[in-house]
């Protein structure tokens, strides 16, 4: 099926055959773990090259993505799970996706990957850790 051919069946909530809905779950489980290979590929290709200016896309979203999201959360736009899932994504890594998309897009794949390796780092270690104790969780 073309896209708005895909489109109409969802809207439509026409079940799907189980053996396709089983196909399509191993499919879906099967994306963060292989993103996370390619990332692990690009990234084994210029081991020992970190640089710290591999935080700067990450030191720039932090400048931008904190300030919006206590914008919403301080004023009470956003509460409760709300609150704290747009507070926690604020500092979250970069995507993994993003290095197969950097390959498609001839870009340096190899610095992305360094990029998303970095930010899992800081985020998992001190950024996602000091939101968390903010929140009180």
Same mark, same amino acid.
């Given at each position: 099926?073309? /896209?708005?051919?895909?489109?109409?069946?969802?809207?439509?909530?026409?079940?799907?055959?189980?053996?396709?809905?089983?196909? *399509?779950?191993?499919?879906?489980?099967?994306?963060?773990?292989?993103?996370?290979?390619?990332?692990?590929?690009?990234?084994?290709?210029?081991?020992?090259?970190?640089?710290?200016?591999?935080?700067?896309?990450?030191?720039?979203?932090?400048?931008?993505?904190?300030?919006?999201?206590? $914008?919403?959360?301080?004023?009470?736009? $956003?509460?409760?799970?709300?609150?704290?899932?747009?507070?926690?994504?604020?500092?979250?890594?970069?995507?993994?996706?993003?290095?197969?998309?950097?390959?498609? *897009?001839?870009?340096?794949?190899?610095?992305?990957?360094?990029?998303?390796?970095?930010?899992?780092?800081?985020?998992?270690?001190?950024?996602? /850790?000091?939101? *968390?104790?903010?929140?009180?969780?």
């Amino acid at each position: 099926l073309r /896209p708005p051919g895909r489109a109409a069946l969802g809207l439509a909530r026409l079940p799907l055959p189980t053996w396709v809905e089983g196909f *399509l779950h191993s499919l879906a489980s099967a994306a963060a773990p292989l993103a996370m290979i390619v990332v692990g590929i690009e990234f084994s290709r210029t081991w020992g090259k970190l640089d710290p200016r591999d935080l700067k896309p990450y030191a720039l979203r932090l400048l931008v993505a904190v300030p919006l999201a206590a $914008l919403l959360v301080v004023p009470g736009a $956003l509460k409760g799970v709300d609150a704290g899932v747009a507070l926690l994504e604020s500092v979250m890594p970069s995507a993994a996706s993003c290095v197969p998309v950097a390959r498609r *897009l001839s870009l340096d794949a190899a610095k992305v990957s360094r990029v998303v390796f970095v930010t899992t780092l800081v985020s998992t270690t001190i950024s996602a /850790p000091l939101v *968390l104790a903010l929140l009180g969780q």
